[in-house]
C-alpha cells in the first residue's frame, strides 16, 4: 500500500460517504430521484452543466488527443462555449415547458411535444446508445487512473470494477442528490489540479509556455497546426458544429438543465460557463508538456500521457491527490449517467409499454436497473474500447441526431410533424451507425464529391441527411391524415 | 436592445469561419499557438457580449416576462 493509493481510497470513500449523506431529510419519491424536485439554486445547476465538460475525457482525454494529436485537441475548448452561447435562447424555453408539463427527462419532451409516445421511446432509444458510449469512456478513464496512480498495484480490470460499484451503490439510495455533491467536490478538485498541472509542468520543464511551444514545433513541425487533409480545419468546422448542437441534447443535460428552480439561472450561466471552460487549456498544456519528456505513447496509450509525466515529476503522495480528483471525474459523470440511463428504459421504455405500472413500481425499477446498466458498461469497458475522445464523438454523432426535432419543436409554429421527426432520427442515427461499423469514409460513398469532403465529420453529414428526410417526410405527411404511416420511412 | 443578441454572432464567425484563416503557429501569444490563442480569444470575446446581453436584455429585470410568462 503506497501513499498513492491511500489517498485515491479516502477520495472514493469520501466520495461514496458524500452521495449516500445527500439523500436525507429527502423523500425519494420519482421527481426527487429524477431532477431533485426541481428544486436546486444558480450554484448546483452551474456545477452540473458545467460538470459535463470536467469528466475523466478532459482531463485524460483532452490531455491525451494534445499528446497524440495535436491542434485538433482545441475542438474540446471551442464546442462547450458555442453550446453555452446558444444556451442562453434554447434552455429556457425547454424548462419552462418541461416544468409546466412536469417531465422529468428528454423523451418525456419529445412525445408532450409531438403527442407520440413512440417518438418518445425511439429518443430513449437513441439516448442510451449514444449514453454507452460515454458511460465506458468513464470506467475506462477510471481503470487507466487507479492503476497507474497506485504504480501497478491496482489492476485496471480491478480498478473499473470497483469505481462501478462504488458509483452503482450511491446511485441507488441518493439518485440526483448524491451526484449534486459530489459533483462541487469534484469541481473544486480538478480546478486546482488541473490548473496546478498545467502551469507547473511547462515552467518545471521547459521554463514557459512560449519555450515548451517552440519546442514542440521544433521538434514535430506542424503538430500545433491543423493539418492540410484528414484533421484539418474542414474537420475542426464540422466537428465544432456537430459536438455544439449536440451538447444538450445529452438526455443527462436535459435531467441536469431540469433540475433548476428558475430559468434565469441559464441566462446568467451562459456568460459564466464558457469562460470556465478556459480551464481547459491546463488540461492541454499537460498533454503538451508530455511530448518531449513521455515519448512513445501510442494510440489509446495516450490517453495515459498527464499521468505518466506526473508519476515522472512527483511523489506519491501529489500522484495520490491527482488520482483522486481523476477518480472524482470519472465518478460522478458516470453516476450521472447511470441515473438517466436507468431512467430512460424505466420512464421512457417501460412506462409507455405497460401504462398500468404505478410511480413507486417505476421508480423501484428504475434502481434494479442502475446495477444492470453499470455491469454491462462494465462488460464493454474490458473489451478494448478505442481511445476516449473517439468514444465522445460517437456519442455525440448520435446524440446530436436529436437536435433538429428538438429546435423545430420549439418554434411557434412546428414545421417538423411527428414522422418527419422520427424518420429524421432514423435516417441519422442510421448513417452514424453504419458509417461507425464499416469505417466507410464519405470519400467513398460520395466519390464525385472534391477530397476535401472526406474530412467533414461523419455525425455532421449525417445530420444534414437527417434534416433533408425529416423535411420530405414532414412534407409528405404535413396534414398528417390517417395513412400517413406508410410514408414514415 | 434586443438587437445586441447579433453580437453573439461574433464568437460563432470567429471560431467556425475565422479559423481557417489563423491556422498558424507564429506569432506566440501569452505563449500559445497563434490558432490556440485565437479561440480562446473568441472565447472570451463571446463571454462579454453574452455578459452584455444578459444585462441588457428586458426579460432578466422585468418579474413577468414578454409574453407574459413569470420568472418563478
Known amino acids: 500500500m503506497n501513499a498513492a493509493l491511500l489517498v485515491i481510497g479516502l477520495a472514493t470513500l469520501g466520495a461514496l460517504a458524500l452521495g449516500l449523506a445527500a439523500h436525507r431529510g429527502v423523500r425519494m419519491t420519482l421527481e426527487q430521484w429524477t431532477v431533485a424536485g426541481r428544486g436546486f439554486g444558480g450554484l448546483l445547476v452551474f456545477l452540473l452543466t458545467a460538470g459535463e465538460i470536467y469528466t475523466t475525457f478532459t482531463f485524460l482525454g483532452g490531455s491525451g488527443w494534445a499528446y497524440g494529436r495535436g491542434a485538433p485537441t482545441f475542438y474540446i475548448l471551442a464546442y462547450g462555449s458555442l453550446a453555452y452561447f446558444m444556451s442562453y435562447w434554447l434552455l429556457p424555453p425547454i424548462w419552462r415547458y418541461a416544468k409546466r408539463e412536469r417531465l422529468l427527462s428528454q423523451p418525456h419532451f419529445f412525445s408532450r411535444k409531438y403527442d407520440s409516445p413512440w417518438l418518445g421511446v425511439l429518443v430513449a432509444a437513441v439516448g442510451v446508445v449514444a449514453l454507452a458510449p460515454y458511460l465506458v469512456l468513464q470506467f475506462q478513464g477510471l481503470g487507466i487512473i487507479v492503476s497507474i496512480a497506485s504504480y501497478g498495484s491496482i489492476s485496471p480490470t480491478a480498478a473499473i470494477w470497483i469505481g462501478a460499484a462504488t458509483v452503482t451503490i450511491y446511485v441507488m439510495i441518493s439518485g440526483m442528490h448524491g451526484v449534486a455533491w459530489n459533483a462541487a467536490v469534484k469541481d473544486a478538485l480538478i480546478l486546482v489540479v488541473v490548473v496546478f498541472l498545467g502551469v507547473y509542468l511547462p515552467v518545471h520543464y521547459y521554463g514557459g509556455f512560449g519555450e515548451m511551444f517552440r519546442a514542440i514545433d521544433a521538434a514535430k513541425p506542424g503538430f500545433l497546426v491543423f493539418k492540410p487533409t484528414g484533421q484539418s480545419v474542414l474537420w475542426f468546422q464540422s466537428t465544432v458544429l456537430l459536438t455544439a448542437l449536440g451538447f444538450f441534447m445529452w438526455p443527462q443535460m436535459f435531467s441536469a438543465v431540469l433540475t433548476s428552480k428558475r430559468e434565469q439561472t441559464f441566462r446568467r450561466n451562459a456568460a459564466l460557463l464558457p469562460l470556465y471552460q478556459l480551464i481547459l487549456l491546463f488540461a492541454f498544456f499537460c498533454g503538451f508538456a508530455a511530448i518531449l519528456k513521455v515519448p512513445g505513447l501510442t494510440g489509446t496509450l495516450a490517453d495515459q500521457a498527464l499521468l505518466r509525466l506526473s508519476v515522472q515529476t512527483f511523489d506519491p503522495w501529489f500522484v495520490g491527490v491527482i488520482g483522486a480528483a481523476g477518480v472524482m471525474t470519472a465518478l460522478v459523470p458516470g453516476s450521472i449517467i447511470l441515473v438517466s440511463a436507468a431512467t430512460l428504459l424505466a420512464n421512457d421504455v417501460l412506462r409507455p409499454l405497460r401504462p398500468e405500472l404505478s410511480d413507486s413500481t417505476i421508480a423501484l425499477t428504475m434502481r434494479g436497473l442502475v446495477p444492470l446498466i453499470a455491469l454491462l458498461a462494465v462488460y464493454f469497458t474490458l473489451n478494448n474500447p478505442p481511445t476516449l475522445v473517439a468514444l465522445l464523438l460517437m456519442g455525440y454523432a448520435f446524440i446530436t441526431q436529436l437536435f433538429p426535432a428538438v429546435l423545430c419543436s420549439l418554434l411557434p409554429r412546428n414545421p417538423m410533424t411527428k414522422y418527419g421527426a422520427a424518420a429524421g432520427i432514423v435516417v441519422g442515427v442510421v448513417v452514424v451507425a453504419f458509417v461507425t461499423e464499416t469505417k466507410i469514409g464519405f470519400a467513398d460513398m460520395l466519390p464525385f464529391l472534391p477530397a476535401r469532403v472526406g474530412d467533414v465529420n461523419v455525425g455532421f453529414a449525417a445530420l444534414i441527411l437527417n434534416v433533408v428526410a425529416a423535411m420530405l417526410v414532414s412534407q409528405a405527411t404535413r396534414p398528417a391524415p390517417v395513412a400517413a404511416t406508410s410514408a414514415s420511412r | ?72
Not at chain 2, 507564429?26 to 485565437?38: H, I, N, Q, S
Open chain 2, 1 to 72: 436592445m434586443r438587437s445586441a443578441r447579433w453580437l453573439v454572432a461574433l464568437p460563432f464567425l470567429g471560431i467556425l469561419v475565422g479559423t481557417a484563416f489563423a491556422n498558424q503557429v507564429e506569432p506566440l501569444v501569452l505563449g500559445m499557438p497563434f490558432v490556440l490563442a485565437w479561440i480562446v480569444g473568441w472565447v472570451v470575446v463571446g463571454a462579454a457580449a453574452m455578459a452584455f446581453v444578459y444585462t441588457t436584455d428586458p426579460i432578466n429585470s422585468a418579474p413577468k416576462g414578454e409574453d407574459g410568462r413569470d420568472c418563478s
